[in-house]
């Protein structure tokens, strides 16, 4: 084992040390996959170095490079060694922490870490939580606790904006909202939920014999970064004794830095919250958190006492994170959260998040002085959103979705950034997520270089 272990931190090492030289991206086709690990598995085991090394080369490599520091796509994360070293050691250990007689030490620790959280957010002490395994777990428990707080009503409404992630509604629909129930609530001209078409979809949803179960407001979108107005949308569900959910997955995490603090006001007075560690805290994948402003209110809707855990009485006196979510056996997710933070210190990572927002602030200002792109969404957080569209070329928008799918294409195979895509109100977006930790300038910039350099191309193809 310690020879393994040895060997696969030097093979760990040296992937981050050549990772800026590398592609961003590398991946193959099932077809060729297959012919490479599709096997019965042996009778007769094999040297684990030898097993080790196969894995490396032909099985970990092909992946989007999430901590690449030209990764842009999606929603990217560099995670801290402290982290790593961390999910190795509750594996090693084979912690459960799903009770207090079976992992106090780990549940304690889980407890420091959400109190952290709710610091930063500003949530008093009655609040609570727990981490899950991402925002989707999170929004499911979230939505749990709501149903239950409106009395489990036959006839449940659920709204949030339509640049809202795909999970929100997924998770309305797992806990008993009907899909014509789930409304889409359209937004304005920066991507923010349009409080005048919310107040009237709660308003006719009770004329017509709806519950008005909870509101879903955005901390960050996944598609612009947009902030909903999370004051103004709090007013409405204290008026309306509605539950607010506010999904911070991607943008909760801010809110350690002064500037992220501001732009988040109004977080605090939401009924829960989700966010995800293993984005902008940087930890690796997979760590979610659900923090509630009453902690009873997931105890009353999840705690059970089955004969088989009988034995946690012991620990009744003492919080059973077990209660309050889906998950019975859970691993060990705080402790990467808490070795990382120890470790770097917190004003460590408000740099890194500041530093994200910054580059994103130059990245809309480049894309506001070049003749060939064009700004699409404002940088909100990390995000900045544009395409392809030179200036004086009056081309249809047909046209110039056909010139940036080319682009992305480009990038996708020709360079060694990482670049996805989304689309706003039927444009189609070019969009940067700059939120690793490793990213400079010189990163960002040669990546709109290259958008402009593959547009300019295929123009004049």
């Known amino acids: 084992m310690l020879a393994l272990a040895g060997k696969a931190v030097e093979l760990a090492v040296a992937r981050i040390e050549s990772l800026p030289g590398e592609n961003a991206w590398d991946g193959e086709f099932q077809e060729g996959l297959e012919r490479i690990l599709l096997e019965k598995p042996p009778e007769e085991g094999r040297p684990a170095e030898e097993v080790l090394q196969r894995a490396v080369e032909d099985i970990l490599p092909m992946t989007t490079r999430l901590d690449h520091p ?21 594996s090693a250990w084979n912690v459960n922490a799903c009770t207090w007689l079976v992992a106090s030490g780990p549940s304690q620790v889980e407890l420091v870490v959400l109190d952290w959280f709710r610091r930063w957010l ?5 609040s609570g939580g727990l981490l899950t395994s991402g925002g989707s777990a999170a929004s499911i ?30 998770a309305a629909m797992i806990v008993g909202v009907r899909q014509d129930a789930i409304r889409q609530i359209p937004t304005d001209g ?14 006719e949803d009770r004329e017509a014999g709806f519950r008005p179960m909870a509101v879903c407001a955005n901390a960050g979108t996944s598609s612009t970064g947009a902030i909903d107005p999370l004051h103004a949308m709090a007013d409405l569900c204290q ?27 109004g977080i605090e007075r939401a009924d829960s919250v989700g966010l995800d560690p293993h984005k902008w805290l940087f930890q690796p994948y997979e760590v979610g958190c659900l923090l509630v402003k009453d902690a009873r ?18 620990g009744a006196n003492h919080p059973n994170l077990d209660d309050r979510g889906l998950q019975l056996s859970r691993s060990f997710r705080a402790l990467k959260i808490w070795m990382s933070i120890q470790t770097f210190g917190l004003s460590a990572f408000r740099r890194a998040v500041s530093k994200g927002m910054e580059l994103a602030r130059r990245a809309e200002e480049y894309v506001q002085e070049s003749r060939t792109l064009e700004l699409l969404a404002p940088a909100s957080l990390g995000i900045v959103c ?3 569209n030179p200036e004086g070329a009056g081309l249809e928008d047909d046209t110039l979705e056909g010139v940036n799918r080319e682009v992305l294409a480009r990038l996708f195979w ?11 109100r039927g444009t189609f977006s070019l969009r940067l997520c700059i939120i690793n930790h490793s990213t400079g300038w010189d990163d960002v910039r040669e990546t709109l270089e290259a958008m402009e350099r593959f547009g300019e191309a295929a123009l004049a193809a």
């Open 297 to 314: 209110t997931l105890e009353s809707a999840f705690a059970f006492r089955p004969t088989v855990l009988q034995d946690t009485v012991w």
């Open 122 to 126: 500003g949530y008093p002490e009655s």
């Open 386 to 388: 544009m395409r392809v």
């Open 70 to 90: 030209r990764c842009f796509g999606f929603v990217p994360s560099e995670p801290t060694w402290p982290g790593v070293v961390a999910d190795f050691l509750a």
């Open 239 to 265: 008026a309306e004794d509605t539950w607010l959910h506010v999904d911070a997955a991607y943008g909760g995490f801010a809110a350690i830095t002064e500037k992220g603090g501001e732009l988040l006001s």
């Open 190 to 203: 920066t991507f923010r939920l349009d409080m005048g078409a919310l107040t009237r979809a709660v308003a």
């Open 141 to 170: 428990d979230a939505f749990v606790a709501a149903r239950e707080a409106a009395g489990n009503p036959e006839r449940p409404s659920v709204y949030m904006s339509d640049q809202s992630h795909g999970a929100q509604a997924r």
């Open 414 to 424: 020709d360079d060694r950034a990482f670049v996805s895509s989304t689309s706003l």
